[in-house]
Structure formats: C-alpha cells, structure tokens
C-alpha cells in the first residue's frame, strides 16, 4: 500500500491546517486509519485514529483536531485548528490492513509559529 500525505506547511499559532493522506489500495481493505507525530528529538506519539467509524485522539490535541475519511477518495484527513506551537512535527499517516499489515506514509512537515 503506497501512502501520500500533502497538506502541511507553516501556519501562525491559532491557525489552522488539513492534512490529507491518499491510499492506494482499497479502503475495503483498511482496518485503521491514524494519524502519527514526531516532534525534532521527540518520539512518535499517536494523534489521532479511526477504526470502525470510531476516534480517539490524543489529549493533547482533543477538542482541536479531527480524523476524518472519505471513503470514495481513499483518503483520511486530519484537519487541525487552533494551531499551537508545540503541534510543530512531522505528522505520518498509518494504516493498518485487515491482514495485520501496517504501512506509513512518508511524512509531512507541520511548523506553528508563535
């Protein structure tokens, strides 16, 4: 399964930001849907996730951001508003298959000035 992630960039605190991650297989084959950060020296933390229509997001980001898909496009969204700088990370998408297999995407920069 090939992941391409776009949306980031550098945005001012407060701001917002829609990240977007397209798959290449079929989304019937999906069983979870995520959203990863790793902030410079930091180790990756789970943001956001989705499996069977339900979400769990970190608590650091609860009430901000939200996971989302659509199913036709093969692609999982997460939109983040009310940007603060320490959301500044490289955010990865995951996926993980019916059959146990688990895939990332290649990582998007996200940059939140104060």
């Known amino acids: 399964v090939n992941l391409v992630e776009s949306g980031g960039g550098l945005v001012q605190a407060g701001g917002s930001l829609r990240l977007s991650c397209t798959a290449s297989e079929s989304t019937f084959s999906i069983n979870v849907r995520a959203w990863y950060r790793q902030a410079p020296g930091g180790q990756r933390e789970l943001v956001a996730i989705?499996?069977?229509?339900?979400?769990a997001y970190a608590a650091a980001v609860k009430g901000r951001f939200t996971i989302s898909r659509d199913n036709a496009m093969n692609t999982v969204y997460l939109q983040m508003n009310n940007l603060k700088p320490e959301d500044t990370a490289v955010y990865y998408c995951?996926?993980?298959?019916?059959?146990?297999?688990?895939?990332w995407g290649q990582g998007t920069q996200v940059t939140v000035s104060s």
């Open positions: 995951n996926v993980a298959l019916f059959d146990g297999s688990n895939y």
């Open positions: 989705l499996s069977r229509g339900s979400t």
